[in-house]
């Protein structure tokens, strides 16, 4: 299994600052997944960041707005820059287990932007 | 997009059996299908997995339909602490394939 410690939980930012989102995990694992999920809605993948590599954005997402790091196997950010009201959301991110048994999600950033 | 289709939403009492289908009419011979569910306020959690045969855990029975194009959740007795957003995947096992969540199902559960 994998524990997933995702911080902050909630924050309330001003429009056209940025904010960065941490995501530690208790274990090495390979591959993981930055989500958002604004309100009443699924989720929607922003990127898959691998360690030792560049991350890979979905259709939609640019890394000047979402730059990620993921300098070692247990340890990621995704910066959500330059943010404006439409960013609000809820940040997850996800980590798939070293044998792909399943996949582990943090608790979430619940992010407001004003 | 989304591999998977489900319904938008179900409603079930306390303590009856909840049988939650997905549809995934693409899927190919080493992908495998995934549940998770979404409790308010919280990310989303484990619930079963499996490629071809049925599979029963503590929380939940899956039922794969022998072409895998569909699959069944199946709660045996659902409890108001069942009532969440029920989702379902499909990951290939040591695949690089992007993991994409379909809308999934949200589960009311009436006492």
């Known amino acids: 299994s994998a524990v997933i410690s995702q911080k902050p939980s909630r924050d309330i930012c001003q429009r056209g600052t940025s904010l960065t989102i941490q995501c530690q995990v208790d274990?090495?694992?390979?591959?993981m997944f930055w989500y958002r999920q604004q309100p009443g809605q699924s989720l929607t993948l922003i990127a898959t960041?691998?360690?030792?590599?560049?991350?890979?954005?979905e259709s939609g997402f640019v890394i000047d707005k979402f730059p990620i790091s993921r300098p070692n196997l247990t340890f990621s950010t995704l910066t959500v820059s330059n943010m404006s009201p439409e960013d609000s959301s809820i940040y997850l991110c996800s980590v798939m287990g070293r044998r792909w048994e399943k996949l582990f999600f943090g608790s979430g950033t619940q992010l407001s932007v004003l | 997009d989304a591999k998977t289709t489900q319904p938008n939403s179900m409603e079930s009492n306390e303590e009856e059996p909840v049988h939650l289908p997905c549809n995934h009419s693409?899927?190919?011979?080493?992908?495998?299908i995934h549940w998770y569910r979404q409790l308010p306020s919280q990310g989303p959690e484990y619930v079963i997995h499996g490629l071809t045969s049925n599979v029963n855990n503590r929380m939940a029975s899956l039922a794969i339909a022998e072409d895998r194009k569909s699959s069944t959740l199946i709660l045996h007795r659902a409890t108001l602490r069942d009532a969440a957003v029920y989702y379902c995947i499909l990951i290939t096992q040591g695949g690089s394939e992007k993991l994409v969540f379909g809308k999934g199902t949200k589960l009311t559960v009436n006492p």
């Open positions: 960041a691998n360690q030792g590599s560049e991350a890979t954005y």
């Open positions: 274990s090495q694992v390979t591959m």
């Open positions: 693409t899927i190919s011979g080493t992908d495998y």
